[in-house]
């Protein structure tokens, strides 16, 4: 198992949409732990590119993560929803985006994944069949997968998964859930600790912890829960390898409280609260990548002129805890304390 040859069990997240670097996946790995690249929202073409670049800046191990394509919405909820945003489009100087549905190159990064034979391939909004997951471990990876609860945990290792990445409801970005269901919006997510007592009661598989880690104590905690490794996204958002663009990372800097919704993408995710989320949350469809292509040139301004109302914020609830380190020290930083975490624990235990 690649958890088992690092040189510390930090992970990084995949940060797709952006933030994801060559530079920041290779300088994570360089340091002990493992770097990830996210396949989410690039051609394939593009993504051979950062595989071949990152490889370039290390020997060490690195992971792909890839979407799992889901279903189309129906048209009428999108458009209604377009026809809401007309007046943002229009303040802020730009046109809404076509939203168009598509499984985001599945086959071609498939392709490709074979081929290249990374690490790890892990992936997100689902489970993939168990004929892709033994594909991709003939080819010499392994394949993780994400979950959000038990159950996930229960399919993924009947399908052949090597490790489950366990995300739980604190962590920034989208929810990686395997349905898409509006009905559990208001439901209460599964915290990372109870996540974690309850796969492993049901799963004997390597879990990656995920969500809400912003502290070497943090790790601590979850390898003290069982799991072999942590996976980090926010924490690295203000690195100066990510790409995070700057009306993201100034917003980081803050205390400003984090909130779930589909308004940016159409799919459930964790992002620092802004007026774009308290004006839409609530008529947005789950329509996902619908939305995320309507409201990508909104982002995109927003990004341009630094107005961080119009920006998709994503972040996890520990995110005012972040700094603004090189990767490969902030690696080193979240070691020494987990390490000195864990001799205080065991410290205060009688006996």
């Not at 892990?122 to 979950?147: H, K, N």
Request: hydrophobic share 50%.
């Amino acid at each position: 198992m690649i958890l088992d040859e690092l040189g510390v069990p930090i992970v990084l997240a995949p940060l797709a949409g952006g933030p994801a670097t060559p530079a920041l996946a290779a300088a994570v790995s360089n340091a002990g732990g493992l770097g990830f690249l996210a396949a989410g929202y690039l051609t394939a073409a593009a993504l051979g590119e950062q595989i071949a670049a990152a490889t370039k800046l290390t020997g060490r191990p690195l992971g792909v993560n890839v979407f799992v394509p889901g279903p189309p919405a129906t048209a009428a909820a999108i458009a209604d929803y377009a026809a809401e945003l007309a007046g943002e489009a229009h303040a802020a100087s730009t046109e809404l985006g076509e939203p168009r549905y598509d499984d985001d190159d599945w086959d071609s990064k498939l392709a490709l994944l074979e081929s290249a034979a990374p690490a790890v391939c892990s992936f997100t909004f689902g489970c993939p069949d168990a004929a892709v997951i033994a594909r991709l471990r003939t080819a010499g990876s392994e394949v993780w997968v994400t979950v959000t609860r038990p159950a996930e945990a229960e399919r993924a290792a009947t399908a052949g998964a090597d490790a489950l990445v366990l995300q739980g409801a604190e962590a920034g970005g989208h929810r990686a859930s395997f349905t898409d269901d509006p009905a559990d919006d208001l439901a209460d997510g599964i915290g990372l600790l109870s996540l974690l007592q309850l796969v492993r009661a049901r799963v004997d598989l390597p879990l990656v912890a995920a969500g809400g880690i912003g502290t070497g104590a943090a790790i601590a905690t979850v390898l003290a829960a069982g799991a072999s490794a942590a996976q980090l996204g926010t924490a690295f958002l203000r690195s100066p390898e990510a790409g995070t663009a700057a009306v993201h990372r100034k917003a980081l800097d803050a205390d400003t409280a984090t909130a779930m919704t589909r308004a940016f993408t159409g799919r459930l995710a964790r992002g620092i609260r802004n007026s774009f989320i308290d004006a839409h949350s609530a008529t947005v469809p789950a329509a996902y990548p619908q939305v995320h292509y309507l409201t990508a040139p909104l982002r995109g301004a927003g990004r341009k002129t630094g107005n961080p109302d119009l920006v998709n914020l994503w972040a996890g609830q520990a995110h005012e805890l972040g700094t603004a380190r090189p990767a490969a020290e902030l690696v080193a930083k979240l070691a020494a304390e987990a390490r000195a975490a864990l001799r205080q624990a065991a410290g205060r235990w009688p006996g």
